[in-house]
């Protein structure tokens, strides 16, 4: 089930190239086009779903779980820690409406974010 005019949904039917770093279980990890860190990795469903809010609506705890699990096996590569995001509508910056976590990681990150 994808959406046609969704970013994401293009790369994971290969239709935008992108440097994949997973894909296993339905869920496709990537670099980022434009990073703000030297590592900067995108975990998305497969599944279209447009962000975390409605994913939950929807409910699936176990493609919630594995979203999750392998952004965190992502960011534990790195000594220093990492960071997760998950941009959630206009107000948070979301700019793809396809749900994503950002891993990011390479460098010391401030609190709160801007
Ligand atoms: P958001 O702002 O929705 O939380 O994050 C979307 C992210 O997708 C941004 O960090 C942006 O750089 C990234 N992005 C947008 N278009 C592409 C693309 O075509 N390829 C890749 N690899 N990343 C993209
Ligand atoms: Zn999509």
């Given at each position: 089930m994808s959406s046609t005019n969704c970013i994401f949904c293009k790369i994971i039917a290969g239709e935008i190239p992108a440097k994949i770093v997973h894909r296993d279980n339905g869920i496709m990890a990537i670099e980022d086009v434009?990073?703000?860190?030297?590592v900067h990795l995108l975990v998305f469903p497969?599944?279209?779903?447009?962000n975390i809010a409605e994913h939950t609506f929807r409910g699936s705890a176990d493609e919630i779980a594995c979203l999750m699990e392998i952004a965190a096996e992502l960011g534990a590569k790195n000594a220093g820690g990492f960071r997760l995001v998950v941009n959630t509508g206009a107000d948070s910056g979301q700019t793809v409406d396809h749900l994503h976590v950002h891993v990011l990681a390479g460098r010391h990150m401030s609190w709160p974010p801007g």
């Open positions: 434009n990073p703000q860190a030297p497969e599944r279209h779903v447009a």
